[in-house]
């Protein structure tokens, strides 16, 4: 089971963030990432609008930003991409600083889930898409620790071990004693070893 009782601040895994978003070239924005169907700058869209989202979810102030599912349209980002990203990002980490993002019920993605299963959610986005970005545009790295293990936690509960389903697609398996980012990769659909060319 995912420990929902662990608090832990987003701000250290939202400015590994930033520091990608900052390394991405305007080239590789046509480039594609290990998630499916996107494009660099659909998963910086992408990015945007689940920062924008569960902003919002902590604030438990629900509406078109948290009913929408993340599947509805393929993100995109325009002229000002990085310092709405940026901006999204900050405002994301004082949401989730509030002393109420964790108590009660909110929503995300048209789901509603208690606020402490909604920030273990946000810290799998943001680590997750962090290695999607960073394999995509060939940057180094290393996420929080505590945002890795709140993510870990998360898709480790959500997954069948019978039926290999994981909350994103099927389990890539991955040895039990391989590094914890990669565990959680394969749990979250994802081949540790993708390559911009694979």
């Known amino acids: 089971m995912t420990d929902t009782t662990t608090t832990f601040d987003l701000g250290p895994q939202a400015r590994i963030i930033a520091r990608l978003a900052d390394g991405v070239r305007d080239e590789q924005l046509a480039h594609g990432t290990p998630c499916p169907g996107c494009a660099v700058r659909n998963l910086l869209g992408h990015l945007t609008g689940l920062s924008v989202a569960f902003r919002d979810a902590a604030r438990k102030d629900l509406g ?14 325009g002229p000002g991409w990085r310092g709405e990203l940026a901006e999204a990002l900050d ?6 600083r509030g002393p109420a993002a964790r108590t009660g ?11 402490a299963v909604a920030a273990a959610v946000v810290a799998d986005e943001l680590v997750i898409h962090g290695w999607d970005l960073a394999r995509a545009t ?61």
Do not use: C, K, N
């Open 105 to 115: 019920m909110t929503r995300a993605g048209g789901v509603d889930l208690p606020g």
């Open 138 to 198: 060939g940057q180094e790295y290393d996420p929080d620790p505590a945002a890795l293990s709140a993510a870990h936690g998360f898709l480790a509960a959500a997954a069948d071990g019978a039926s290999g389903a994981g909350p994103f697609g099927p389990v890539v398996p991955v040895p039990q004693d391989a590094p914890l980012l990669d565990r959680a990769l394969g749990l979250s659909g994802r081949d540790p070893g993708w390559t911009p060319r694979s």
């Open 64 to 77: 078109p930003t948290t009913d929408t599912p993340p599947d509805a349209a393929a993100p995109d980002i």
């Open 91 to 96: 405002a994301l980490v004082d949401a989730w």
